[in-house]
């Protein structure tokens, strides 16, 4: 069984608030701290909100004691001195009505929108607008996390009866929004129809899954696979069978990557030239199109005189930032179902191609990023901030970079994008081109009736 484990100290060095939960604490590693005091008060009246009836509480109290072992392995084996039986139910039970408190806030359907409201303007007026947006942005940290399974185990308990349906849609409304920005998007979760085993292990990893893949592309042998061997070869054996929402770089992916378990693993190269920027790749013919709302969705398309780069859209807010931060952690964690490091590798690509606030306009323009923090050289700022430290798999993408320089060293393929970029940049080049070009074939004209004029 994993282990959820706590953020190596080489990265909390230089991010440690994007670590530390802000005003609410879930789970053990940051319980009793000061900052999240005032919302232990209001935890209680959550629970009393979400498990009206003593009798729910009961059973999910029971059901929390009955695996209350694999509670203390999920925390990497807490010892009873520090928490006994009782202490760490209660505190699972507290926590996991916080979580579905908080989706449920955030990805109820049209016929729970005044509930939801009632419940918004509940901890609005308890915490103020600012503290409840702190806590959507704690739920997401590595090491505020509660199991999966429990969270589960809540929603079974309190929407039973004809209320089932719905708590089954609710999660997967709230993962949708989460990663699409729409509540409708996601069909279906990328784990459906297989063994509680290969769930994800807490709300992070599962908002990280829904983030790279849409599972519409998952097939029921693509489902045998990950029975087998988690929902990474899920994906890359979808990817090799269609070729279409995720890149041709996936076949390299899945024959190297998962020849052998773990796959492989390399430090940057520090002569190895970095990848081209945003206005770099717009010099040599390459346009840019947005794919869809996955990040696995990247692929390059080489025609005569010009290139396509399809990128997935990306919302970018400052709380984003800190989202990231905490996957990348997850990514670099012992034990990790995501050898690949997908998202590191994601976001190492994207911080190679933007360089400054002309490469993040560029992809603006093309709808492949939205900005929510203003200013282009904002968005920089959030790229730069997201280190992957060298560990990303320079490979994961390395046939979409190579099939791209293949395309911007071919003088036949970009010459005319070359001569546009260097003789036509501004009007007036243009324009002085032209008269030159007019010029010559008039002295042209001239010099041949010279040299052969009329008969008369």
């Not at 993962?175 to 509680?196: A, E, H, I, M």
Request: proline share 4%; aromatic share 10%.
């Amino acid at each position: 069984m994993r282990v959820l484990h706590k953020v190596p100290p080489r990265l909390r060095e230089k991010n440690e608030q994007a670590y530390d939960p802000s005003i609410v604490s879930l789970g053990p590693y940051h319980h009793r701290q000061p900052q999240c005091r005032e919302f232990e008060e209001l935890k209680d009246d959550l629970v009393d909100i979400m498990l009206k009836a003593d009798h729910r509480r009961h059973l999910f109290r029971t059901d929390i004691l009955a695996r209350i072992g694999d509670i203390r392995h999920f925390y990497g084996g807490l010892s009873r001195d520090e928490y006994d039986d009782e202490a760490l139910a209660e505190m699972m039970l507290r926590d996991a009505c916080v979580v579905l408190y908080f989706v449920e806030i955030t990805a109820a359907n049209e016929e729970g929108e005044e509930n939801r409201m009632e419940k918004a303007m509940f901890l609005i007026e308890r915490l103020g607008a600012f503290q409840w947006y702190l806590v959507a942005i704690d739920v997401n940290k590595l090491e505020n996390q509660i199991p999966w399974w429990l969270i589960k185990s809540l929603i079974k308990s309190t929407y039973d009866g004809d209320k089932k349906e719905e708590g089954e849609a609710l999660m997967l409304r709230f993962l949708s929004l989460l990663t699409s920005g729409d509540l409708t998007k996601l069909k279906q979760l990328p784990w459906y129809l297989v063994r509680d085993e290969y769930f994800p292990l807490h709300l992070l990893e599962a908002i990280r899954i829904t983030s790279l893949v849409n599972p519409e592309d998952l097939n029921i042998n693509n489902l045998r696979d990950l029975n087998r061997h988690g929902l990474q070869n899920a994906v890359i054996a979808n990817a090799n069978e269609t070729e279409t929402t995720t890149s041709k770089c996936c076949k390299w992916w899945r024959r190297k990557s998962y020849a052998a378990a773990g796959g492989s693993f390399q430090f940057h190269q520090p002569g190895k030239r970095p990848f081209r920027s945003v206005t770099e790749l717009k010099a040599k013919g390459i346009h840019f199109k947005p794919s869809s709302d996955f990040l696995v969705d990247i692929r390059f398309d080489s025609y005569y005189f010009f290139g396509v780069l399809h990128l997935p859209v990306l919302g970018i807010s400052k709380d984003d930032r800190i989202t990231f931060l905490n996957m990348v952690a997850l990514e670099m964690s012992p034990g990790t179902p995501c050898p690949d490091r997908m998202v590191t590798s994601y976001l190492a690509l994207m911080k190679s191609m933007i360089g400054d606030s002309k490469d993040v306009k560029a992809l603006q323009e093309k709808g492949i990023i939205v900005s929510f923090v203003g200013e282009s050289e904002e968005v920089v700022r959030i790229f730069k901030e997201i280190d992957s430290y060298g560990f990303e798999n320079f490979e994961v993408f390395d046939v979409i970079k190579m099939r791209i320089n293949e395309h911007c060293n071919s003088k036949a393929k970009t010459w005319i994008a070359e001569l546009i970029n260097t003789k036509f940049h501004s009007p007036w080049t243009t324009i002085a081109l032209f008269a030159a070009a007019f010029l010559l074939c008039l002295t042209f004209l001239q010099t041949y009736y010279t040299m052969n004029p009329r008969k008369t």
